[in-house]
C-alpha cells in the first residue's frame, strides 16, 4: 500500500506525522512526500500567475507590502464569505491536484517504494480514491485550539471558525484505514509513527 494519505483537522499535526512517517520509512525503502500546506504557501508566495488570479478576483489586499499573501487576511475573507473560498480553491486546487495525482498514481502498488501525501481535505474534497490507504492524526479540540493559538496566533473565535471549514473530525475518523492521535507529548506520538511504520512495511 506505498499511495499514502494523511489528512485530520486543522491543527492536529499532519506535518509532524508526515515528517515523521517519511523519516522512519526511508531507513529501507524510497520515500517522496508531498505537503498541500506547504505547496500552497509555495504557489501563494511565488507564483505570479495565482498572485495576478488572486489579486483580480479577490483584491490587492490579499497580499502585503512585501509582495506576500496575508494568510490572515485571507482566513477572514474566506471564514465570511463562501464566495471567496470557492474562488480561492479554484484557482489553488487543481495546481495542487497536478502535482500530486501522478505522483499517487505512479506509486500505487509499488512493492517498495511509498508515496506520503498531506492532504488537508482529503474527505471534504472526496480524494480518497486516489491513495490505496488514509491514516488521520486527531487530537481533542482543547488542544487544538491551544496549538492553533500558539503556533497561527489566532483567537479561540478564529481557530473556532477554521474549524467549521472542515468535516467534523469524528466523520474523519470513520473514514481512516489508520488513526494516531496526538493529544500527548512527543514521545507519544513517535512510539504510534513507529507502531504504523511497522505494520505498513508488512502489510
Given at each position: 500500500m506505498p499511495a499514502l494519505a494523511i489528512t485530520g483537522s486543522i491543527g492536529s499535526g499532519k506535518s509532524t506525522v508526515l515528517h515523521g512517517l517519511a523519516a522512519r520509512l526511508g531507513v529501507d525503502s524510497r520515500v517522496t512526500s508531498y505537503s498541500a500546506d506547504e505547496e500552497n504557501r509555495l504557489l501563494l508566495n511565488?507564483?505570479?500567475?495565482?498572485?495576478?488570479?488572486?489579486?483580480?478576483?479577490?483584491g490587492n489586499s490579499c497580499y502585503d507590502a512585501r509582495g506576500k499573501a496575508d494568510r490572515g487576511y485571507l482566513f477572514r475573507l474566506i471564514a465570511a464569505d463562501p464566495t471567496a473560498r470557492k474562488i480561492l480553491e479554484e484557482i489553488l486546487h487543481p495546481r495542487l491536484e497536478n502535482i500530486w495525482k501522478p505522483l499517487a498514481s505512479s506509486y500505487r502498488y509499488s512493492p517498495d517504494a511509498f508515496f506520503l501525501a498531506e492532504i488537508p481535505l482529503l474527505y471534504e474534497k472526496e480524494l480518497e480514491s486516489f491513495f490505496d490507504r488514509s491514516i488521520v492524526v486527531g487530537c481533542s479540540d482543547s488542544v487544538r485550539k491551544e496549538r492553533l493559538k500558539r503556533s497561527r496566533s489566532l483567537s479561540s473565535e478564529e481557530a473556532y471558525q477554521?474549524?467549521?471549514?472542515?468535516?467534523?473530525?469524528?466523520?474523519?475518523?470513520?473514514?481512516?484505514?489508520?488513526?494516531?492521535?496526538?493529544?500527548?507529548?512527543?514521545?507519544?506520538?513517535e512510539s504510534q509513527i513507529q507502531l504504523l511504520t511497522s505494520l505498513l512495511k508488512t502489510s
Open positions: 511565488d507564483d505570479p500567475e495565482v498572485r495576478h488570479l488572486i489579486t483580480s478576483e479577490l477554521w474549524l467549521k471549514l472542515q468535516h467534523p473530525q469524528q466523520d474523519k475518523i470513520l473514514r481512516a484505514d489508520y488513526l494516531l492521535w496526538n493529544d500527548g507529548s512527543p514521545n507519544s506520538l
